[in-house]
Every structure is written in C-alpha cells, then in structure tokens.
C-alpha cells in the first residue's frame, strides 16, 4: 500500500487533466462564481470502502456524506461552468471521497483479500465533520514520492446560508 501523504489529501470535484496555463484564469473564474454563491458547510467525514470494487481493490478511500447537498450543488455549478468553457463533462458519477491509500500494482492477490478484511471492520469508521469553505485550483506534478500539489488559485465562499 501506499499511503497519500496527509498534506495531499483532496476532494477533487473536477479533474482538469493537463490544463494549459492559458486557461487557468477562464477556471479561476468559474471557481469565484461558484463560490460566490455559495456559503460554507459541513460535511461528515466516514465509511471506507475502494475503487474499483472490493475483488480489486486499488484506491482505499473515506467517505463524505453531504447531509444538506450543498456539495453536490457547488459540484454541478463547477461541472456546469467548466462545461460553458469547453471542457469535456466527467463520464462518471460524482463520488465525494478523499483518497487514504492506492495498492501497489505489484501486490498479488493476497493483498486484495488483506484489503478487505479492514475495510470489512472499519466499515462503520467515523472521523467527524470537517467545513467547507473555499475551492481551490491545484496543478499536480507527479513524482516517484507521490504527487506534489501546487495552488494556483483559491475562491472562498461568499454565500448567505
């Protein structure tokens, strides 16, 4: 397993890809309007459970639970926005997770089962409630140590609730 360094744990809510830098200050923009509208909130932070599925597991993640859908509208808002600038909506479902660890390609099959038989016990885990009150646009660069996360802008929440 590898574990994602504390200081790189995110809840990505639009993959960009390889982004030009011509267009960071069109996605800065869509970010501040949907701040804009936006007030903070709480999410709960628990489950656990891997992607693809659970015969394969190779992203170990934590749930966030969204109990008043105000993720989901800030997400679609984004989703929307970039949308209106030509980028290419997500295929899947959005799934608020924070990822804690991918499995390393070279473990065999025992790895999977080890994998989960803990997430099997940590099921019900339930770490609190954390707020949420800004976006932020990052670049990532990947290295052998794992990737290294550059803000490049930020849009904090200026909504009434």
């Given at each position: 397993?590898?574990?994602v360094h504390p200081t790189g744990i995110h809840l990505t809510?639009?993959?960009?890809?390889?982004?030009?830098?011509?267009?960071v200050p069109e996605v800065a923009s869509v970010l501040d309007q949907a701040a804009s509208a936006q007030a903070p909130f709480s999410l709960t932070v628990?489950?656990?459970?891997?992607f693809p599925n659970g015969r394969n597991p190779r992203v170990v993640w934590v749930?966030?639970?969204?109990?008043?859908?105000?993720?989901?509208?800030?997400?679609?808002?984004?989703?929307s926005g970039c949308a209106a600038i030509g980028m290419a909506p997500e295929a899947r479902p959005f799934s608020p997770h924070l990822t804690l660890g991918r499995v390393r390609r070279e473990a065999g099959p025992e790895a999977a089962g080890v994998v989960r038989s803990?997430?099997?016990?940590?099921?019900?885990?339930?770490?609190?409630?954390?707020?949420?009150?800004?976006?932020?646009?990052?670049r990532s660069d990947l290295r052998p140590?794992?990737?290294?996360?550059?803000?490049?802008?930020?849009?904090a929440f200026r909504g009434s609730q």
């Open positions: 397993m590898r574990w809510l639009k993959f960009l890809g390889a982004l030009p830098a011509a267009s628990g489950g656990v459970g891997c749930g966030l639970e969204d109990p008043t859908g105000r993720l989901r509208l800030l997400h679609a808002s984004i989703e803990v997430l099997d016990d940590e099921r019900a885990f339930h770490a609190g409630e954390m707020l949420a009150d800004a976006v932020h646009l990052f140590t794992g990737a290294v996360y550059t803000r490049l802008h930020s849009a």
